[in-house]
Structures are given as C-alpha cells and as structure tokens.
C-alpha cells in the first residue's frame, strides 16, 4: 500500500527552480558530439546533476556557484592513465579547484572504486554515473578526460588530457576570462554509451505506451487535482509543458522523492524511478517530448486526490486548531484529546489531514491515562504507546504485516506537534484518523519504535561534511522492518547499518542527500535480523556551509535543539523482539535498549565505553564534571554499569533538559510502548 505524500513544500520548489530553468535553458538536442571538437565545446553549458560518490555523499553541480573553477575528471576503475594523472589531478585540487570524478562506466562497484581511487591517491569525491546521463551530456568518450568549467556560466573552457587544464583552472582561479576554448584528446580507455547516437530511437518512444503509464503511477499521485503538488501533471499538454523541469528534478534526484540510494537495500512502496524509467523519460525530453501516435491515456482518467487515502477511518480524532502567527518562534504545542473508544483494538495504520502542510515541522503522538480531557497537556515521560506521527513529505503510518498496536479504551490521545511559522499568519487544523485490524483477525507481533538519538552533536560553523554516529545495542534477538531518518536543514547524509557480533557490518540504508521536505519511513521488502549482540549504527553528515541553500546561519556552530534553525540526529527503528508475541510481551527489553540511549549517543569509537574525549555538547561537559567519581576502576572510561550507578549523581533527566545540558530525545517518542493483548489489563510504559 502506498505511502501518499503529503505536503507541497519539495514540490513548490522544484517548481520554482523549474519554471528559471525553462526561462533562461535550452536543452541539448540530443548527446553531445563523441570527439572534443572545439566548437562543439565552447557551445556546451552543463546542466546540473546531482550523483553520489564513494562514500555515499551527494554532490550537485550548481551548488558550486561560488566557486571559480571545477573540474570533472572522467574516471574509469584500476584505469593504468588514471592512475598515471592522478598527481597532475590533484595538483588541479591544490589551485584551488573543486575537483570531481565522474564515473560512467557500467557495472563499477563502490568499494572496488574507492580503493583504487585511494590507492592512487585521488581524494577527491568519485560520482556515480549509473544512468550515463552525466557523461552522454558531457560528451565523454575516454577515461581520463578532463573538463573545465567556469561556474559563472556553467560553460566548459577546457576538455582534453590533464596536461592542459593547469592553465585554464590558473586564469579562472585568477579572476581572468579564458580567451580561447582549449581542446586536446584525452588517452585514457574507451568508456562504452550503449545510448550515445541513438537520437531518432529516442523520437520514437511512444508517450502513450512508455510515458503516459510512467507518469501515471511515479508522480500522478502527487500532481493531480487536489494533490501536494504545485501543478498537474495529467495530459500530454502539461507534461510537454513541464518537460524541461522534469528532465531537471530528475537529473538533481529531487523527484520522485525517494531518497534512498538505488545500490543499497530494497524496499517496500518504492517510489523511484526505475534506472531504464529514468533514461526513457529523460530521453524522450531531450528528442523534444514528442507526441506519437495513439490516444492519451490520462485524458481518459478523471483524477482526484481523496481525503482519506487509505479509505474512511474508523476512528476520526480532532486536534484544537491553533492560530500561527507570520513570525517568531513557537514552543511545542502538546494538547490531550479525550479518547473516545470504549474498548480497546489492534491499530494498523493512522494518516493525518492537515490544513495548512507548511507551517507543520511535525507530529508526533501517543496514547496516556487519565480522562483525558480536552484543553490538557502531557510530556512525553507520560506517553505510552506510539500511534504515528507527520512531518514533511510522510504520509501514511502502515504496521507491516501481522504487526500492530494496540490502543487501550478511554484515557487520551497526547500529541507532540511542532509549528515553524513561514511570513503570514494562518490557523492550523489537524485531524488523524485511525484504522483497525477487524476483530478476530488481530496481529500476531507488536509494532515497536525506538529512536537512535545523538544529542550531544556539534556542527561546526562552515562545515560541509561534519560527520557524527551513533547506535542502539541489543542484548535480545529482533527483526528490524523500518527506517526513520530524521534531522533538520543541515542534515547532509544518512546511513543505517548493522554491526554483527563477529564485527562485519551491514548496510540496511543510504541516504546521499537528506532532504527536510520528504522525511519517509523507509520499510524494508525483507526484515532484518539483529542477532542479540549486534548495534545498529546511524551515520550522519551535516551541511553547515553556504553551498547548502537551505541552510539558515552558516556562521554559526549547532548544537541539538528542538527548532527548525538547530539541529537533530534521529534515526527510528521499526521492530519486533524475536521472542515477544501480542500474547506474550517484554517490556522489560525495551527498557533495557533505552538504558543503553546514552552511551550509544556518544560512544563514538563504537567500543561500548565513554572516554573523555567523547564527552562534547553541554551534556558531555556534565559528565566530565563527575568523571573521575564515576570512572570506578579507573581504567580511563566510562562503562554502562558504571553510568547506570552514577546516573543518582547527575541532575534529573527534566533538569537536565530544562538546563539543555540533555535535550530530551523524546521530543520524538523513542519507544512503541507495551500494547496488552485484548484480554490483558492496560499497561502504559513511558517513552522518555
């Protein structure tokens, strides 16, 4: 079942930056000439790209505006004239230049490619071509190829062998305009373009057998009457219309929105485009999105977003609207709706109708006793069980199969919800509806969550690829079904792995670029299991720099912080205990996962103990305080049970974050809370 989107604010910019493209771009008229001729290479602009390199950062062209020279080096794996070149490239590296390799070859494996690039002493960032859009644009023929760009224009002034590039990047670097279009013939290997010349083929893609049926199912869903995105895209004419911007998003991979990398992990309701979807559609643009023969598929379709995309709810809860104003910033509003069920069920999926998507950061919420009477609030020390959430770009909250959770008879429904005002004041009204497991056909397993937190993160003023880790280790056996990354505007990259008890790691999921707009729950088409003994680890870059657009302040150092202008590192987990079922439950091992929170936030050398240096972030310095006291055997660290003993020595964890010295990482619910089977008396376990 599809996870709808459902906000606009990713596509309102795409349309943005779309509609400048067609103003001021005139697209290739198919692939570029296959030999460096002059001419043809004083004519050619590159448009932008955005690829992943061999460490799973993203990387994307027109990002480097600021910069005055970069360079693509056109790489091809354990290539004898690569290696002979390297030095020559990173001497281009050392004038100055923002040096990237392209690899378009077909079939190279990132770990091959990132130790041939280390062993020939390339640090530079190697970028995966695996569609060949990049290099068929660029007109590459050989390994070893060098083009020079000038980002004042996005021309390139120079392409050819390494030997003539020194000049051209020196009277960038220099400020000065390259007179003449230099062009030498590069020597590296032949990289084979199965697509190259085959233009007249790309004019015969039909548009109602190959693309009307693509667009239907990757993006009708969102542009269509009534759906998030800012223009519809159901007919041959707007598709026309919007080609240029299409072929754009697609080759900056902001759209479809699907952030996960294509050469990790599979996953259920995958969104993206297929790599042959991909180079049909952008072909079929670049041969001037012809119409063919046949009838419009979509003309025949009347489209209408619903409301309630997974159908009618059988329960509707009304969050009290809340007036925003146009500016300032807003506390976390935490309202308690009375719970109106008068016995309890197994949930299997909640979805949220929200009235205005841009003023919400997110939406998080949980079921706690009491009577839970309107106008009353709760924290979330008081929340049990997790009923979902929304932020930007989330849809709907789908258990996997045979799971569920259960929500007890009257109390309240809590709600976390977190407002960021844009420049104009409007009011925000919010309904969630639940949706149950008929009864008699109750799950087997329940859904747990459990958020993996650093909150001791400090991101340097300026930086654009500050790293930062951490994880959760589990003493039970557990399958793992879903992926949560979560951060705010500097987020840069994520990844989620496991590392086995016998050390080799696994990566579940990577994210190059991510993204504030789209923040998906990412569910895996196979569970994993955690053997008891393992740590699944989060790795995390953050972009404070000013080549990141979205950045609010880059001369500023950031610490955790629950608004949109600091930052977070969360990544949630989805699953289950291998030895719980609805009928036999162990809350008792979650609560030992979250007792191991703190030391999987700082332990940055993954060996299960706090050293000093570790200690950063106002809750750090807190614990240097005490270092000494706690450091029982003196062995120049911090264990768990040494922690778990000195923890009666530390301020109260409500202190703690009241003082900031531990922002409290239930500002996500971490923990799915015990949901007792039917005939079971009701259990609440806090989250945080």
């Not at 996953?267 to 046949?294: C, N």
């Not at 007036?323 to 910033?329: H, K």
Request: glycine letters at 8%; charged letters at 20%.
């Amino acid at each position: 079942m599809k996870r709808l989107r459902t906000t606009g604010a990713a596509c309102a910019a795409a349309l943005v930056a779309g509609l400048g493209y067609l103003a001021v771009t005139t697209l290739a008229a198919g692939p570029a000439q296959a030999s460096p001729d002059v001419a043809a290479t004083a004519a050619l602009k590159v448009d932008d790209f955005m690829l992943a390199d061999q460490n799973f950062l993203a990387h994307q062209l027109h990002r480097l505006k600021a910069e005055k020279a970069v360079v693509l080096f056109s790489y091809a794996n354990a290539d004898a004239q690569v290696k002979r070149d390297a030095s020559a490239i990173m001497a281009l590296k050392a004038a100055g230049a923002e040096v990237w390799g392209i690899d378009s070859v077909l079939g190279e494996k990132r770990e091959a490619v990132a130790a041939s690039a280390r062993a020939a002493g390339l640090n530079i960032p190697i970028l995966f071509d695996y569609e060949q859009l990049v290099g068929e644009q660029l007109g590459v023929t050989r390994s070893a190829e060098v083009l020079v760009l000038n980002p004042r224009s996005w021309k390139v002034v120079y392409r050819g062998g390494v030997e003539g590039a020194r000049a051209a990047v020196d009277s960038l670097m220099a400020g000065k305009a390259v007179a003449q279009v230099a062009s030498t013939q590069a020597t590296g290997s032949l990289i084979a373009f199965p697509e190259r010349g085959r233009t007249q083929d790309f004019a015969k893609i039909s548009y109602a057998h190959s693309i009307a049926p693509m667009i239907q199912q990757k993006c009708v869903t969102c542009h269509q009457p009534g759906g998030i995105g800012p223009m519809q895209l159901t007919s041959f004419e707007q598709i026309q219309k919007f080609s240029p911007m299409i072929r754009e998003v697609i080759r900056t991979h902001r759209m479809p929105p699907f952030l996960a990398d294509e050469t990790v992990g599979h996953f259920m309701d995958d969104e993206r485009l297929s790599p042959t979807q991909i180079k049909t559609l952008v072909h079929w643009i670049e041969a001037g999105s012809p119409r063919g023969a046949g009838a419009d598929p979509l003309a025949k379709i009347k489209f209408q977003a619903v409301d309630w995309p997974l159908g009618k709810p059988d329960v509707v809860v009304d969050v009290p609207a809340v007036e925003i104003a146009a500016t300032g910033v807003m506390e976390y509003q935490r309202p308690v709706v009375k719970n109106v069920m008068t016995e309890g069920r197994w949930m299997k999926a909640t979805t949220f109708r929200v009235s205005d998507k841009a003023v919400v950061h997110h939406i998080l919420t949980g079921v706690v006793d009491g009577d839970g009477g309107v106008n009353k609030t709760a924290t979330e020390t008081e929340w049990g069980a997790s009923l979902g959430g929304y932020g930007p770009g989330r849809g709907s909250n789908l258990s996997p199969k045979d799971m569920g959770t259960w929500v007890p008879p009257s109390g309240g429904i809590a709600f976390q919800n977190h407002y960021t005002p844009y420049g104009k004041p409007t009011t925000i009204k919010t309904q969630m509806g639940l949706y149950f497991y008929p009864k008699g056909e109750e799950p087997k397993y329940v859904m747990r969550t459990m958020g993996i937190f650093d909150f001791s993160i400090v991101i340097p003023a300026g930086e654009e690829f500050h790293q930062e880790i951490a994880y959760l280790p589990f003493a039970h056996d557990a399958v793992v079904y879903g992926i949560t990354p979560h951060a705010h505007h500097r987020g840069g990259s994520s990844s989620t792995s496991i590392r086995y008890p016998d050390g080799h790691e696994e990566m579940l999921i990577a994210l190059p670029r991510y993204d504030f707009n789209w923040q998906y729950e990412y569910f895996l088409k196979t569970p994993k299991l955690v053997p008891a003994g393992s740590k699944v680890i989060t790795r995390w870059t953050f972009d404070n720099s000013t080549r990141n657009p979205d950045n609010p302040d880059a001369t500023k150092t950031v610490f955790w912080g629950e608004q949109s202008s600091e930052e977070m590192l969360a990544t949630y987990l989805h699953y289950r205990w291998v030895d719980e079922n609805v009928k036999h439950q162990l809350p008792e091992y979650d609560k030992q996962l979250q007792a191991s929170l703190f030391i999987g936030a700082m332990d940055d050398n993954l060996d299960g103990k706090l050293q000093m240096g570790e200690l950063k972030s106002k809750s750090g310095e807190m614990i240097k305080k005490y270092f000494a006291i706690i450091d029982k055997n003196k062995d120049g660290s911090i264990d768990p049970t040494e922690f778990a003993a000195a923890q009666k020595l530390l301020p109260s964890r409500r202190k703690q974050a009241s003082d900031g010295i531990v922002e409290t990482p239930a500002a996500k619910p971490a923990v799915t809370a015990t949901q007792p089977a039917p005939e079971a008396k009701p259990v609440t376990t806090a989250s945080r």
